[in-house]
């Protein structure tokens, strides 16, 4: 009979520890930790802008940041996608256009970023970019 009744008392005791687990991790939900950004340095990027008078050039340095692993080894197989778009987007520039679009640092990423992602896109890549940082740029 003491058996029986410490077998119950157990018993009990389990569900109530199992309940109160429960009803505590309802109440105070763990909090995921923010993974820390990624970062893929690309080559820098130099090409010619037009000029009326002299030969001008930009030249650019940018970090593509994503916080999943798997865009960043992704990366390394389209960075010449990459490098076509930032062609592509300043083929027919002029130097004056250029000079003031960099004026706005946070409106040539986010042009980038599109630019990118479209490029990704387009040939069957399944990860985007989440940011596109600027780290150097030069305009002569």
């Not at 109440?27 to 037009?50: M, Y």
């Not at 000029?51 to 960075?79: G, W």
């Not at 890549?125 to 989440?130: N, R």
Request: contains cysteine; glycine residues 2%.
């Amino acid at each position: 009979m003491k058996t029986l009744i410490l077998i119950v008392a157990a018993v009990c005791l389990i569900a109530v520890g199992v309940g109160g687990s429960y009803w505590y991790s309802q109440q105070n939900p763990q909090v995921a930790e923010p993974t820390r950004p990624l970062f893929f340095p690309l080559e820098r990027f130099v090409i010619s802008v037009d000029s009326q008078h002299h030969s001008r050039y930009l030249v650019l340095e940018l970090t593509l940041v994503s916080h999943d692993p798997v865009v960043l080894a992704m990366l390394q197989d389209a960075v010449p996608l990459l490098r076509n778009a930032l062609v592509q987007h300043f083929s027919n520039s002029q130097h004056l256009d250029v000079k003031n679009d960099f004026k706005d640092i946070p409106q040539v990423q986010a042009q980038l970023l599109h630019e990118f992602n479209q490029a990704l896109r387009l040939h069957k890549f399944s990860h985007q970019i989440e940011q596109v940082l600027v780290t150097n740029v030069f305009i002569q």
